[in-house]
């Protein structure tokens, strides 16, 4: 099985819409999506930002996608206790969380202070978690503690399952970590995912019937590359690499 997860592009907020830049960008990714032509499902969060993105690749492929809502943003939002920001879970000030160890083990996360300070937002986590082992069941591959145990088999005239998601960078690293097994904080802090960025897990199973996802590919952005649309910092405190 192949997970295909994909950021929305460079977002207008205010009206949950795609800027100029970030139509731009939803075509230019259309046209790298044209040619996966083994997608067995696409999924999508009901926010504008991600349809809207998603859309220029649906009306390429010919498809559909199923919207469910715990693909939306994860955006529990909490006082930030050096700034006093009041907003979404992340952009903590290094010197703040990398002083806490229990932001770095993924259980001991859920403990901290700050991320108790919203009730709904550690039932909300467990919940995408649920979600996510739920659909992945659906094809095959169950969860058992911290790895997928399987018994689908996979034919070798028919194409391996691949899943697409259309979602958000918090919300894609919320999935990745129950995925992987590291903490949210450290994938919120420690990664970028740009706009319609491109991130790419798949199961490797070397003992049949136990399985474990892998990344292969984690944030790519060759189709603005080879586009010539520069890499927007939405969600970045510093400018991009471009080549």
């Known amino acids: 099985m192949r997970i295909i997860f994909i950021r929305h592009g460079d ?19 259309s046209q790298r999506v044209a040619a996966w032509k083994d997608i067995t499902d696409i999924y999508c969060s009901p926010l504008g930002r ?19 809502p715990w693909l939306q943003e994860f955006a529990y939002r909490i006082d930030d206790p050096v700034t006093g920001r009041h907003g979404v879970p992340w952009d903590f000030m290094p010197q703040y969380w990398t002083q806490i160890d229990e932001m770095f083990d993924r259980n001991d996360w859920k403990k901290t202070e700050i991320y108790r300070s919203n009730p709904e937002l550690i039932p909300a986590y467990d919940d995408v978690c649920r979600n996510l082992d739920s659909l992945l069941e659906k094809y095959g591959y169950k969860r058992e503690h911290h ?57 490797e199973e070397r003992i049949p019937g136990k399985a474990f996802f892998r990344t292969q590919v984690m944030g790519d952005t060759r189709h603005l590359h080879d586009g010539g649309e520069p890499v927007s910092a939405a969600g970045y405190f510093t400018e991009p690499f471009s080549e």
Do not use: W
């Open 11 to 29: 977002p207008d907020y205010q009206n949950d819409s795609l800027t100029k830049k970030g139509i731009r960008e939803a075509k230019l990714l």
């Open 50 to 68: 991600a349809k809207e993105t998603a859309s220029y690749s649906l009306n390429a492929l010919n498809r559909e996608a199923v919207i469910y």
């Open 147 to 203: 790895y997928y145990a399987t018994a689908h088999t996979q034919a070798p005239d028919k194409p391996e399952t691949t899943l697409v998601f259309f979602c958000h960078l918090g919300i894609t690293c919320v999935m990745l970590s129950h995925l992987l097994g590291i903490s949210p904080v450290l994938l919120f802090h420690g990664f970028y995912l740009a706009p319609t960025s491109v991130t790419i897990l798949a199961a």
